[in-house]
């Protein structure tokens, strides 16, 4: 490592990263037809099944009153069903639609091609320090791992972001 490169702060390292990865998710996205809190919502769903639309918001950081324009666009794609809980059917159980198991699928790999060029050179190793740095430890739960911020990782890869 050069001196010029130890004396960079971390900040910016960080910040340089965050805007390269900011820029291909939107691009992504866009071609995609979705926005960063459409693609939050689906990373939930892939990873939990099913969620109300109150323990969604929780999830996302979010108001109920936010995730639900952003369910009506999803809904009105295709892409998420709801239900009626059989226990209270006053809460609505939101989940993937086959086309947005599939539409998901296409996120994932989006994500994956992001990781490639962010993480070029980076050992898995260095990778699952960056985790546990950023809050994502791994314990002896059967490697499923265990988060402390569960707004930073979502499905172990991240999310997009917010926006309705």
Not at 41 to 54: A, C, K, T, V
Not at 110 to 126: A, D
């Amino acid at each position: 490592m050069t001196k010029a490169n130890s004396d960079e702060s971390i900040m910016i390292i960080l910040h340089q990263l965050m805007h390269l990865s900011e820029y291909q998710a939107m691009r992504g996205l866009e071609q995609m037809d979705l926005k960063p809190g459409q693609a939050g919502i689906l990373f939930w769903l892939g990873r939990e099944g099913e969620l109300s639309q109150r323990r969604l918001a929780e999830k996302l950081g979010i108001t109920p009153p936010s995730v639900t324009t952003a369910l009506r666009k999803l809904e009105a794609k295709g892409l998420i069903g709801k239900e009626g809980d059989p226990a209270d059917q006053r809460i609505q159980r939101i989940h993937l639609t086959e086309a947005g198991k599939e539409m998901l699928g296409e996120l994932k790999r989006i994500v994956g091609e992001m990781e490639q060029v962010i993480f070029r050179g980076i050992s898995q190793e260095e990778k699952l320090l960056l985790r546990c740095f950023f809050g994502y430890e791994r314990e002896s739960d059967g490697g499923k791992g265990h988060e402390r911020n569960e707004y930073l990782f979502h499905d172990g890869q991240g999310t997009p972001g917010y926006e309705a």
